[in-house]
């Protein structure tokens, strides 16, 4: 049996499904305050925002698509809640309190906080041993989960952290920044510089993930580009204008950008899913992005001020300013 072309089909046939498939708008949840971050995990909504709490929606209890009702929330931040990460019953947030807390579901309180930023905490990933966060201050921190201490900073960015992702368990780091840079660190190294540091975009780096499966990393840039790196030498091997490659592209294409005063669409979010990209477009849209190939796969208009998406379990999630929609896919 070919185990190479079965899993080369199968990666086909998923391109296929998310191309012929469309969402449908299962809920909305509607607030007083800025959303900040958004995450889906098990039939629950979790929102955080300027309101300094997050709020957690059970969709299996929601009755009408349009909810005003507050939810779960937890509460313990003083100040805005800038980010987060959800693993099943874990919930871990960050602040521009300049702590992370973690808590569970089965209580409103949380169970440890960390703290030994100096500015605001602007992003998170966790493993299920370890914790990184990045800071206004271009810091990064890596902390012991359980121990609740930091066991290594990070400090060659030189402006905001705007995302990180773990590469495997706990070891390798990657981190982007508005300084420009992607950097990748051995967080178990005794020397603390990155061992790989990508300059290539023009602008800032708005975000990034990582694609486990080819060992590269993907970002998005103010630029209007979606890079793909890879790892093993640090080399750009891949650049899309995504905005460019849309049926109503709203930036310039590459020949006339040099002599159009317009802004280019930015990539503001990048999620990594399987070999695919779910990113978000600073003129609101969302679009599922094959980064292989250079081709869109699904394109959902979205709305302006995206703020934040997450897409799990098949149901997408997006915050714009006080609203939060609720996508389920489907072919």
Avoid at 105 to 121: C, E, I, N, Y
Avoid at 230 to 256: E, M, T, V, Y
Avoid at 280 to 291: A, C, I, Q, Y
Wanted: glycine share 8%.
């Amino acid at each position: 049996m070919n185990w190479a072309q079965l899993y080369v089909n199968y990666q086909q046939d998923r391109r296929e499904k998310r191309k012929g498939g469309k969402y449908r708008e299962i809920a909305e949840f509607v607030g007083k305050k800025s959303v900040l971050c958004v995450q889906y995990s098990d039939r629950h909504v979790f929102v955080g925002g300027n309101n300094k709490l997050v709020r957690v929606w059970d969709l299996s209890t929601t009755t009408s698509s349009t909810s005003k009702t507050k939810g779960v929330q937890l509460a313990g931040h003083t100040g805005s809640v800038t980010c987060m990460q959800v693993d099943g019953k874990r919930v871990i947030t960050g602040s521009s309190d300049k702590t992370m807390r973690l808590w569970t579901l089965d209580s409103t309180r949380p169970a440890a906080v960390f703290m030994g930023h100096s500015k605001p905490v602007t992003c998170l990933k966790a493993t299920a041993t370890r914790l990184a966060s990045g800071a206004a201050n271009g810091t990064v921190r890596v902390w012991d989960i359980e121990a609740t201490i930091p066991m290594s900073t990070l400090k060659e960015h030189t402006r905001t952290i705007t995302s990180l992702a773990f590469l495997g368990e706990a070891r390798l780091l990657a981190s982007s920044s508005s300084d420009g840079t992607v950097r990748v660190w051995d967080t178990r190294a005794s020397d603390k510089r990155a061992v790989r540091v990508m300059s290539d975009h023009q602008g800032k780096v708005l975000s990034l993930d990582v694609d486990l499966h080819l060992a590269r990393v993907l970002s998005g840039g103010a630029d209007g580009t979606l890079r793909v790196w890879s790892l093993s030498n640090g080399k750009c091997i891949r650049l899309d204008r995504i905005a460019d490659g849309l049926a109503n592209p709203s930036s310039p294409s590459p020949s006339s950008s040099s002599s159009s005063s317009a802004s280019p669409v930015g990539v503001t979010h990048v999620q990594a899913y399987n070999q695919l990209a779910l990113c978000g477009l600073s003129d609101g849209r969302l679009v599922w992005w094959d980064p292989y190939s250079g081709t869109s796969l699904l394109e959902h208009p979205g709305a302006p001020g995206l703020r934040a998406m997450h897409e799990a379990e098949n149901v997408l999630v997006y915050g714009t300013e006080k609203t939060v929609k609720v996508l389920s896919f489907a072919q």
